[in-house]
C-alpha cells in the first residue's frame, strides 16, 4: 500500500513562508531582518536589527548574499529573516538619495559590526560629513583622536558596515587621490558624482 | 568537521530548505485547513528556539518533531482522542474529517486512526522520517513505531476492502 505525499500547489510553501518570515520580524521574534534592494550601485543588502540598520552590503563585492548572511549569523545571531517590509525605511531613504531627493540619512544605526574604539571613532566621524564635502584619511584620524593613525583609519573606513548611509566615499586620499572603498572604486567614483563633489 | 560546517545557517535559509516538507507533513497531519496555521507556528517555534540549537542539530528531524506537536495542538483543539493509545488495537474510534479537505482523501482516512498510528504513517509517509526519527519525534522505541506503522496500514487495507465491499 503507498501513501503518496498531499501535493502542494504551486508557490504555496513560498507565500506561507513569506508571511511567517514577516510575522517573525513584526512580532520581534526575529533577532535581524534583512532585504535586497537594488539602485544604481548595484544590488545592496540591507540588514536591520530592532536597534537600527547594521549592514548595508555591495552583493556582488561580498561574496554574494549567502556569504553576507553567513557573516552576519556569526556576528550578530542566526534568527534572521527576509523581511522586506521592516526594510522599507532604508529602502526609501536609498531611492531618495539615488533620486537627487536626500542629501542626509536620518534613519537608527545599530553599530555593534563596528568594533568598539578607534574603527567606530572614525565611522562615527565619518558619518558627520556632509553631503558633497569630502574630507582626508588624515583629517579622519585627527577626528578621531589618533593623528598619527591615517592607515588605520583608511582600515577602518574600509570596514564599514553601511556604506553609503555612512559615507566613507568622502573620504579620499591626501594626495587627491581617490584612495580604496569597499564597494570598489567605479562607485565611489558614481557616489562622488551623484553629490557633484571634487572628481579627479 | 570544518568550523564554517558546524555553524547553523541562518534561519531564513533554513526555512526555505524545509518549508514544503514542514507543510505537506501538516497537510497530511492535520488538512489543508488548519496547516496554514500550524505551519507559521511550527517556525515561529523553531526561531524562538533556534539560536540556543547546537550546530550538528538534525535540522529537519528537529522542525518536523516539532510541526509534530503543532499537528498534536490542532487535533487536541478538536477533541479528538490527542494522547497516543499505549495498546494499539484494530476497533479504531473515528470522527469524521472536518468538510472540505481537498488532499486525497488517503489522508482523511489516515487522520481518523487511532492516534499513535495516524502520528507514525504522516511522519513516515509525508514527511518521510525513518523509523529512528520517528521513535525520537513521539518518544518512543523504534520496534513500536514500526508496529504503529504496520497496524495503521493493515487498518487502512481493511477499511478498503470494507469500502469496496459495499460499494
Not at chain 1, 156 to 184: D, E, M
Not at chain 2, 62 to 87: F, S
Not at chain 2, 131 to 157: F, V
Amino acid at each position: 500500500m503507498s501513501l503518496p505525499p498531499p501535493d502542494l500547489r504551486p508557490g504555496e510553501a513560498a507565500a506561507l513562508t513569506a508571511r511567517t518570515a514577516a510575522r517573525a520580524a513584526d512580532e520581534g521574534i526575529a533577532e535581524v531582518a534583512y532585504a535586497t534592494v537594488d539602485s544604481p550601485v548595484g544590488r545592496l543588502v540591507a540588514v536591520a536589527t530592532p536597534r537600527g540598520l547594521a549592514r548595508l552590503a555591495y552583493e556582488l563585492e561580498n561574496g554574494g548574499l549567502d556569504e553576507i548572511l553567513d557573516d552576519v549569523a556569526l556576528r550578530l545571531s542566526p534568527a534572521i529573516v527576509e523581511a522586506p517590509a521592516t526594510l522599507d525605511l532604508i529602502r526609501r531613504e536609498l531611492d531618495e538619495y539615488f533620486g537627487g531627493r536626500r542629501q542626509d540619512f536620518d534613519l537608527p544605526l545599530d553599530w555593534s559590526l563596528s568594533r568598539e574604539g578607534f574603527r567606530r571613532r572614525v565611522l562615527q566621524e565619518c558619518a558627520l560629513i556632509p553631503f558633497g564635502a569630502t574630507r582626508t584619511y588624515k583629517d579622519m584620524a585627527i577626528a578621531a583622536g589618533s593623528p598619527s593613525a591615517f592607515r588605520a583609519a583608511g582600515g577602518a573606513l574600509g570596514s564599514n558596515p553601511v556604506p553609503i548611509v555612512v559615507p566613507c566615499h568622502r573620504v579620499l586620499a591626501s594626495s587627491g587621490g581617490l584612495g580604496g572603498y569597499t564597494g570598489g572604486l567605479e562607485r565611489k567614483r558614481l557616489l562622488l558624482s551623484i553629490e557633484g563633489g571634487v572628481l579627479m | 568537521m570544518t568550523k564554517t560546517a558546524a555553524r547553523l545557517p541562518p534561519f531564513q535559509r533554513f526555512l526555505d530548505a524545509h518549508s514544503a516538507d514542514v507543510l505537506r507533513y501538516l497537510v497530511a497531519s492535520v488538512g489543508r485547513h488548519d496547516a496554514d496555521d500550524a505551519f507559521q507556528e511550527t517556525f515561529l517555534s523553531a526561531l524562538r528556539a533556534y539560536p540556543r540549537l547546537s550546530a550538528g542539530s538534525n535540522l529537519r528531524g528537529w522542525v518536523l518533531t516539532i510541526a509534530h506537536h503543532k499537528a498534536i495542538d490542532v487535533h487536541r483543539a478538536r477533541g479528538r482522542n490527542p494522547v497516543p493509545v499505549a495498546e494499539i488495537h484494530d476497533g479504531a474510534q473515528r470522527s469524521p474529517p472536518p468538510p472540505g479537505e481537498g488532499e486525497g482523501d488517503h489522508w482523511e482516512r489516515v487522520r481518523a486512526l487511532p492516534a499513535r498510528q495516524r502520528d507514525v504513517l504522516t511522519l513516515r509517509y509525508a514527511a518521510d522520517l525513518t523509523h529512528a526519527e520517528i521513535a525520537s519525534a513521539l518518544g518512543c522505541t523504534e520496534e513500536a513505531a514500526r508496529r504503529a506503522a504496520a497496524d495503521g496500514l493493515k487498518n487502512l487495507r481493511k477499511e478498503l476492502t470494507d469500502v469496496a465491499a459495499t460499494a
